[in-house]
């Protein structure tokens, strides 16, 4: 295989694993979007949290003499999932339940201002500046050649992978398999009616922001893990680019954002890897206003009809 | 009350998770490690205090409601103001009022009062220009700093390619910027709103990452200098004459004091507001404005009339992005430097909390946000570190007790006389 | 135009939602000055026929031709302006607003909507306010609501909602008028006030109308031309005493026997 193959390769593996946790994030955007046709603009500061509390968790176990890099991982994901489940049932019952129903302007505007508090509620905690953690896992499978130019999937890479698809089959069995779950989908169907007949839509809506918070949170432990820095800034760049995955998959559908987010990826990988590093953000916004000009229901999404 | 103390106690653990971890332990970078500082007693204090009123709160609310029920509504709008509003004649006499006030005022006063004065005019400015896209047509522009990046670098970058003066520049921001809106808007604006506000975010966003990364144009990050300061029928502002012109203190005989100049940029600025507040008071007047208020109450009901809502919508994105350019052009003149810097998001959300605290749709109140906006800091400086925290916070706020603003005013109707 | 080309020719309208085929191979035609209903039982699909005509969907097969023109898959603000012009099943006023504004509203796009003639009060932009306000209070008078013209049309009583927002469609100039189960919620004596409106559109403005309706009262007694749909297919048209007459129709309404 010649060289351009595997730097080709390299950047599909770099991508399919940034694209994995967009993904994570994006579940977030289109579940609360798929139950009440809104954004929740906060939940980018959501998965900034869960990074945040994965590095405390992490640096706290490694005080305590923890090496054991599952029981690190599995520590990490656990608390900064409890922890942003709160934040998400915080924000839906703030800034969304007490406005519902009323002007759409409304809600957008106070998610708006949860996310500025939140993100300078970090800064003032936590200081603005940079958080660096050294690389707890290194190393990783050379693909190709020993020697010479070849890619390279790293352990932390692999792990990403299989935490994010353990993460998806449980949703999908959540959502597929338990009552909550068919509670959750005939509330996407239909709000009204399922509070009709006798489903508390409060706590449904409320669930569901719980689990987009609790996804955002694994998406924060990872990627936190991978970059190994993080600011109180980081939140605002990865919802946007999850919120694009979710609308390039089409908003509402859960497969949809997982493929938007594995595109979206994919893209800004390539981006960097033969354009420049600086525009792979410009990529995304890019991205989404193609979607929105061309293909404004996205890939797996369905036309929306207008009631009249 | 017994039926409140679950949930009041649910609430209470849930604000010792939300904070336990994210307040009361800080991260600290010594060297290439990691570790972790204990934030101190008052912290947990506080998180316990917090948590003890959320739970009070709670377990009492019904009693709160009751108690609140009783309080005497307050009033929609301060009583002065409703009856300003009802009588065009009194209306009309307190705006003249204001302007004299705004036209007398910096002859009282000292500089750095009128250079204050004048930072808190820009705002104004951009107040007004973001509430015509916002309060007036309903359209959430969440990248609204884009187009006032746009003004401030047109100018900066005609005047030092081509050295034109702020007159000229001042109508190729403005210019500019409408383009810029126009194309941003023609493709969004027939989606829903909320996509609107995420692709605006970006829009402000790929602006200023354009900004710092096109170094051979804009000097990226350390961006531009020596911008030329506006000048009045071609006489300028500083000590000595640059070749060919001749200074302000020259011309009129006077003795040169760097005063001038300041009250200048203060009239100047002053000039634009009221440029803006007519073009506001004419476009509610104009159909366009009764399309606006009808677009915001149902959109298919305007179709079935005839009425192009995207033509519509982006009449209104247009002309707010005009006011950002004309609003980015006078910062550069009076900066005289400008850098990316200067347009990050913060800028969006805090004039955002302006048109959110002053009203959607009203004048006064935007100008009254402005000044309560720009001031405080100034005012409290240790408040500066907690700004933006509070802004978030009152917009949350704002939005759930007063949604309408402080000063929310109805759009002028018109009235049939027969 | 000779008088044989319909006003309005639709031919082969199916609208089509997923798997739902919720109109089939529709066919109506509206001659000029004339009354057609269109009418069905609940569900049948006729609100979706109008979505259609005015272009509020894009329809997934057939044709519409108003004036010769074919026009599907054009969008409504564009119908509207040449002269297609429809009332809601359940009332959309501008709530907020008086009801002399929802009038110049509708005028938008016949008024002087130039932003510098606006900014500078030319004599231009001044004529057109006021030939648009009084336009309004003519139709105000019309529709016997002129006392109420500067109150918020929210506030209105439901029967003056009715009328208001037909008032609101008269003031566009349309040429064909398209009401969407007008009398819905109307006492007897409302409808037959509605009644005599209708019937006063054609004879005295020279309009056409389309309507859909359920009551069969006023369908029966205005109608020149009555097309019957049931399930998103066509059952009959004809004469509204042929259509009362055949058994098809009875059948759709009443059920088997």
């Not at chain 3, 209105?156 to 003031?171: D, F, N, P, S, T």
Request: hydrophobic residues 50%; glycine residues 10%; charged residues 15%.
């Amino acid at each position: 295989m010649p060289d351009w193959f595997y730097y080709l390769l390299q950047q599909l593996l770099n991508g399919l694993t940034v694209g994995s946790t967009y993904a994570l994030i994006a579940i977030g955007y289109t579940m609360v979007y798929g139950i009440i046709g809104m954004i929740n603009f906060a939940h980018g500061e959501v998965y900034m949290i869960g990074s945040y509390i994965a590095f405390i968790v992490l640096a706290a176990l490694a005080l305590m003499g923890i090496e054991s890099l599952p029981l690190l991982i599995i520590g990490a994901l656990l608390v900064s999932m409890v922890v942003t489940s709160a934040y998400g049932y915080s924000i839906e019952r703030v800034a969304y339940r007490p406005l519902r129903g009323g002007n759409r302007l409304i809600p957008l505007i106070s998610a708006i201002g949860m996310s500025i508090f939140l993100q300078n509620l970090v800064r003032l905690a936590q200081g603005s500046r940079d958080i660096a953690m050294p690389n707890l896992v290194r190393g990783g499978l050379d693909i190709g050649p020993a020697t010479g130019f070849h890619a390279t999937l790293s352990y932390m890479q692999i792990i990403i992978f299989v935490v994010t698809l353990i993460s998806m089959t449980l949703l999908t069995l959540f959502i597929t398999r338990s009552r909550m779950g068919r509670a959750c989908r005939a509330c996407a169907e239909d709000l009204k009616m399922t509070n009709l007949l006798g489903i508390n839509t409060n706590a449904i809506i409320a669930l569901t922001f719980v689990i987009g918070a609790a996804l955002a949170a694994v998406a924060g432990v990872l990627l936190g893990m991978y970059y190994g820095v993080i600011n109180p800034y980081i939140g605002f760049m990865a919802g946007l680019k999850a919120f694009t995955a979710a609308v390039l998959g089409g908003i509402g559908s859960i497969p949809g954002a997982v493929l938007g987010g594995l595109l979206l990826g994919v893209a800004e990988a390539m981006t960097s890897g033969y354009f420049s590093a600086e525009y792979k953000d410009v990529v995304a916004f890019s991205v989404l206003i193609l979607v929105l000009l061309f293909r404004p229901s996205g890939i797996l999404g369905r036309p929306e009809v207008e009631k009249v | 009350m017994m039926r409140n103390l679950k949930p009041a106690l649910i609430s209470a653990v849930v604000v010792v998770i939300l904070s336990g971890l994210l307040m009361g332990i800080r991260l600290s970078q010594q060297g290439t490690s990691l570790v972790l500082v204990g934030a101190g007693a008052d912290v947990a204090v506080k998180i316990a205090g917090a948590a003890l009123f959320i739970f009070l709160f709670n377990l009492f609310r019904d009693q709160l409601t009751a108690l609140w029920l009783k309080v005497p509504a307050l009033p929609r709008t301060p009583a002065a103001f409703s009856i300003l509003a009802a009588r065009p004649a009194a209306h009309r006499l307190f705006w003249c009022f204001l302007i004299a006030a705004a036209l007398i005022w910096p002859f009282l006063t000292n500089r750095s009062n009128i250079d204050l004065a004048t930072l808190v005019l820009i705002y104004v400015m951009l107040g007004l220009g973001l509430n015509i896209v916002v309060g007036l047509a309903g359209l959430l522009d969440l990248g609204y700093v884009g187009f006032y990046a746009v003004g401030a670098y047109t100018y900066a970058l005609l005047a030092m390619y081509f050295g034109i003066g702020f007159w000229t520049g001042l109508v190729a921001a403005g210019a500019m910027a409408a383009l810029f809106g126009f194309l941003l808007g023609f493709p969004v604006l027939r989606l829903r709103g909320d996509y609107l506000a995420i692709v605006t975010l970006g829009f402000g966003e790929i602006i200023r990452i354009l900004l710092n990364n096109f170094t051979s144009l804009t000097n990226g990050p350390n961006g531009i200098g020596n911008i030329p300061k506006p000048e009045l029928f071609g006489l300028e502002f500083s000590r000595r004459a640059s070749e060919g012109a001749q200074t302000f203190h020259e011309f009129f005989g006077i003795t040169f004091n760097s005063v001038h100049r300041v009250m200048f940029l203060y009239f100047l600025a002053l000039l634009l507001v009221l440029l803006t507040l007519f073009v506001i008071n004419r476009l509610l007047r104009m159909p366009v404005g009764r399309a606006w208020e009808a677009l915001r109450e149902d959109e298919v009901a305007c179709r079935s009339l005839g009425i192009n809502p995207t033509a519509v919508k982006l009449n209104a994105f247009t002309i707010g992005a005009t006011f950002a350019g004309f609003a980015g052009c006078f910062f550069a003149a009076r900066q005289g430097f400008i850098s990316p810097e200067s347009f990050t998001f913060i800028e969006s959300a805090i004039i955002l909390a302006i048109v959110v605290l002053g009203g959607m749709g009203s004048q006064l109140g935007v100008i009254l946000a402005a000044i309560i906006m720009t001031l405080l800091p100034e005012v409290a400086r240790q408040f500066d570190e907690y700004r933006m925290l509070l802004f978030g916070l009152l917009m949350v706020l704002m939005m759930i007790w007063r949604p309408q603003g402080l000063l929310p005013m109805k759009r002028p109707h018109m009235e049939l006389r027969t | 135009m000779s008088a044989a080309t319909p006003l309005l020719d639709v031919s082969g309208l199916c609208m089509r939602f997923g798997g739902l085929l919720a109109v089939n191979d529709v066919a109506l035609q509206v001659h000029e000055h004339q009354i057609v209903s269109l009418i069905g039982p609940n569900g049948a699909g006729k609100t979706t026929v109008f979505n259609c005509l005015t272009g509020f969907y894009k329809p997934s097969a057939g044709s519409i031709r108003f004036r010769g023109e074919e026009v599907s898959g054009v969008p409504g603000f564009k119908l509207a302006r040449k002269g297609m012009v429809r009332t809601f099943q359940h009332v959309r006023l501008f709530k907020q607003m008086s009801v002399v504004e929802n009038l110049l509203v509708a005028q938008h796009h016949h008024m002087n909507t130039n932003m510098l003639a606006g900014l500078l009060k030319t004599p231009g932009f001044r004529r057109s306010e006021k030939e648009a306000l009084e336009r309004a209070a003519q139709w105000l008078e019309r529709t016997g609501l002129l006392e109420f013209a500067n109150r918020t049309a929210g506030t209105l009583a439901y029967g003056q909602q009715r009328r208001l927002e037909i008032a609101r469609c008269m003031v566009t100039r349309p040429t064909l008028l398209m009401l969407d189960e007008p009398a819905a919620g109307l006492n007897p004596r409302e409808t037959a006030d509605l009644q005599e409106l209708i019937a006063e559109l054609r004879g005295e403005h020279g309009l056409t109308i389309l309507l859909i309706e359920h009551d069969m009262k006023l369908v029966m007694g205005i109608s020149d031309h009555v097309v019957v749909i049931n399930q998103g297919c066509p059952l009959a048209a004809g004469s509204p005493e042929e259509v009362c007459r055949n058994p098809d129709v009875i059948k759709a309404y009443l059920g088997e026997t």
